[in-house]
């Protein structure tokens, strides 16, 4: 008998709607994909047949980028650029890669939104980068420079630092000019 009512009263076997959620902030990466990568050898091959007397000099330089794509969609890119060369000052191999990442973010406030964007972000997406740069100069034939573990968290704090220490400096230099 009380499967009877179940099938009579179609109600009872429904799940209660779910109140509307559009108040919760979301973060959620939406897709990672290699934007650009690209690979010179300027010297070769004489520079691999040349015997080396002594460690070649490695430069690593990263940025990380953002922009608004649409409505609550961010696209990240974290670009790494690592050069290496002879002592002779002759480039034995510059690798650079763009990754990027589309990221859905939406409900949070603009001063924690940047802390996301700056820090959050780019360490989902670097990992990847390192990836593909490694393997990009390995597939080249090279023994693979890897880019180092990065705590964006202290870059993020590093610039904003930096950023106020320019805005006191500036507005020391227009207290002064003020008073001239």
């Known amino acids: 008998m009380a499967e009877n009512e179940n ?5 009872a076997q429904q799940p209660q709607a779910q109140p509307e959620q559009d108040d919760q902030p979301v973060f959620q990466l939406q897709r990672c994909y290699l934007k650009d990568a690209s690979l010179e050898m300027p010297h070769a091959p004489d520079i691999l047949l040349t015997p080396q007397e002594s460690a ?5 330089q990263f940025e990380v980028s953002q922009r608004l794509v649409q409505a609550d969609l961010y696209d990240i890119t974290v670009r790494g650029t690592i050069t290496v060369k002879a002592p002779e000052d002759k480039v ?4 650079e890669g763009r990754q990027s990442g589309i990221f859905s973010i939406h409900g949070i406030p603009a001063e924690p939104l940047q802390h996301v964007t700056n820090v959050l972000c780019p360490s989902m997406v670097y990992p990847y980068l390192r990836a593909n740069l490694a393997d990009l100069m390995t597939r080249a034939g090279v023994p693979p420079v890897h880019l180092p573990e990065v705590n964006f968290e202290v870059l993020y704090q590093q610039r904003l630092a930096q950023a106020q220490a320019e805005a006191h400096a500036a507005a020391e230099k227009q207290g002064d000019a003020a008073q001239n």
């Open 92 to 95: 034995i191999i510059l690798a």
């Open 56 to 60: 070649p000099q490695v430069d690593i």
């Open 7 to 11: 099938v009579q009263n179609p109600e």
